[in-house]
């Protein structure tokens, strides 16, 4: 297959918004792509590798930018200044490229297969030699390439297509292309993807036959698409959804893992988005092997940080770190030591048990998941009582922890799904009034626009920094303040830029709302927000009016004493 027809499928997915136009487009061309070489489906996602496999080609815009010099005889600071002023790489290489045709110096043409294989000749190359080597490749396909297919080379290692082929649209065209006159269908496709994470194999499967579809399975040396909770807002609806009774659990303040081993021994942890964090975590893969025993399974569990002295759990942004060390893990661990809780069990001596009605799966995760320091079932109870309800969500917040998860006794686990199988119950928030004092220029479509701002609080005549709030803002004017007129108003105010980071005078005031606020040693004011999100931009406020460090300081007390805000 020449790269050229894929790009004529990208150019035809990009021209359209419309989620059928996209699954036809995609319906008519996956059997073609299956003849050729199933993995080529994964280049509909911008990428050489099934989603469970999250090595990435590590190549940055500023890598791109000398590529690109170097590629069509420019300055570094030419590119710099193009990208500047236009924010697409894609776009600007493609106009180079067509300048360079028009000289008559363009000739050859580039197969998907070697775009492939040169592509997955750079995943995760990192060390000495690396950058030479992925620019040695960035030239070089750069070198070969129209001027369209330049456009989405680049997009490509830069992470961001631009198409909007998400895995919902991917799902239906599979469907679509070999059982069109059967809409059941999109629902096994979805499951056998949630269960593999892997299209290539879907699509085998899928042009075999339904009972192959079926025959997709869970496998404990890949990651899955876990189960997502629905959002309640008291008691009474997360038992109408889960009915009565119904299993009530903390709601840990950490982070998702799902940990496997494999008939061979091999132990390996994923995130929720399947990224592989096993190097970071040789302390949990000791306790499942101590703790575990010699057999497959895979489980789905909560992973949070403990403090030793004071036996009480650390705020998630306290382990973060956990996750993103790449070197001295050791070290890392004696100081940051974690609790796995778990709370599911999806497979388990050779079988998956995904089908099991919840109440089952948790007898077998009680009788294989022993009540360890360092590992233990998640803290649960069963009721149909209202108020025994009440008194455990109240006595979890107390205890710190986010909320409750309550989840229905009879339901099997659907990966990947936000169904009603399992609900959670979160304070409701309160919010704030900060200064930006920094932004971060997005990517995608909201490239060249400041779209991630660093707020902060006041102490005396400074501001300390609360974090990064990236949400709240729209799309459109006349949704209210976009991520555009934010921009606008915040370009005059910069005074230093790095990278993809300015710093800007501290004068434009927002009104943040957040879930709650915890001490983080990464911002200046000593805490931070989790989950902010802008409601109002407050031409009305001065930095002056804003939220003072004591105030802060306040709220975290309250909200030790109460557990929580909005506690009900
Ligand atoms: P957000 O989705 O806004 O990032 P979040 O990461 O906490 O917030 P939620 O959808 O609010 O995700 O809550 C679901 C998450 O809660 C799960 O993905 C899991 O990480 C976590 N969790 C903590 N305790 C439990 C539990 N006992 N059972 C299931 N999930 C739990």
């Not at 869970?218 to 009774?245: R, S, Y």
């Not at 382990?319 to 661990?333: A, F, G, M």
């Not at 609900?423 to 779209?451: C, F, H, N, Q, Y």
Request: overall charge positive; aromatic content about 8%.
């Amino acid at each position: 297959m020449q790269y050229k027809e894929l790009v004529e499928v990208y150019e035809k997915l990009g021209g359209t918004t419309k989620r059928l136009e996209k699954r036809d487009i995609l319906a008519k061309f996956l059997p073609l792509l299956l003849k050729e070489d199933a993995r080529f489906v994964y280049l509909l996602h911008g990428k050489v590798t099934a989603d469970y496999d999250n090595r990435e080609f590590g190549i940055s815009k500023q890598l791109v930018m000398k590529g690109l010099a170097q590629t069509f005889g420019k300055t570094f600071e030419k590119i710099e200044a193009l990208f500047a002023t236009q924010g697409d790489l894609g776009e600007i290489t493609e106009k180079l490229v067509e300048k360079r045709t028009q000289k008559g110096l363009f000739s050859k043409s580039l197969t998907t297969a070697y775009l492939f294989t040169q592509l997955e000749s750079i995943l995760g190359l990192s060390g000495k030699g690396s950058v030479e080597r992925k620019l040695g490749v960035v030239e070089g396909l750069l070198g070969q390439a129209s001027a369209l297919e330049a456009k989405y080379i680049v997009r490509t290692l830069l992470g961001d297509l631009r198409i909007g082929v998400q895995g919902a649209v991917l799902v239906d065209a599979i469907a679509q292309a070999w059982y069109p006159d059967e809409s059941e269908v999109i629902a096994l496709v979805q499951e056998s993807y949630d269960l593999t994470t892997d299209f290539a194999g879907v699509l085998h499967a899928a042009a075999r036959g339904k009972a192959a579809l079926r025959k997709m399975v869970l496998h404990p040396n890949k990651p899955l698409q876990v189960m997502l909770p629905v959002k309640v807002t008291d008691l009474a609806e997360a038992f109408e959804i889960c009915g009565k009774p119904a299993a009530l659990e903390h709601k840990y303040d950490g982070f998702r893992m799902v940990l496997m081993r494999d008939e061979k021994g091999e132990i390996r942890l994923f995130t929720r988005k399947l990224e592989s964090v096993t190097h970071q975590f040789p302390d949990v893969v000791q306790v499942m092997q101590k703790t575990l025993g010699n057999t497959t399974y895979i489980l789905d569990a909560e992973v949070v940080g403990h403090d030793p002295k004071t036996g009480k759990t650390k705020p998630f942004e306290a382990i973060s770190q956990r996750i993103r060390r790449k070197h001295h893990i050791e070290e890392l661990v004696k100081q940051l030591p974690v609790v796995v809780n778990v709370f599911d069990v999806l497979y388990y001596k050779g079988e998956g048990v995904t089908e099991l009605p919840f109440v089952e799966r948790r007898k077998l995760l009680e009788k294989i998941i022993p009540v360890h320091k360092e590992i233990h079932p998640s803290e649960q109870i069963v009721t149909d009582d209202l108020a025994v309800a009440e008194r455990f969500y109240k006595k979890a917040l107390a205890l710190g922890e986010e909320g409750i998860m309550i989840k229905k006794l009879d339901a099997p686990y659907r990966p990947g799904r936000r169904v009603g199988y399992m609900v959670k119950l979160k304070p409701l928030v309160a919010d704030l009034d900060v200064v930006i004092v920094g932004a971060e220029t997005g990517t995608g479509k909201r490239g060249g626009w400041l779209t991630s701002y660093v707020v902060a609080c006041k102490e005396g005549a400074h501001y300390k920094e609360l974090g990064m709030v990236s949400s709240g803002l729209k799309e459109k004017e006349e949704e209210g303040m976009t991520y555009e007129a934010m921009t606008k108003l915040l370009k005059p105010l910069i005074t230093h830029t790095e990278g993809n980071m300015v710093r800007v005078k501290p004068q434009l005031v927002v009104s943040i709302t957040y879930q709650n606020i915890q001490p983080s040693p990464r911002y200046t004011s000593g805490f931070g927000l989790r989950f902010p999100r802008i409601l109002h931009y407050r031409p009305d406020r001065k930095p002056h009016d804003i939220a003072t460090l004591d105030e802060i300081k306040a709220l975290v007390k309250k909200q030790h004493a109460s557990g929580g805000f909005g506690l009900q």
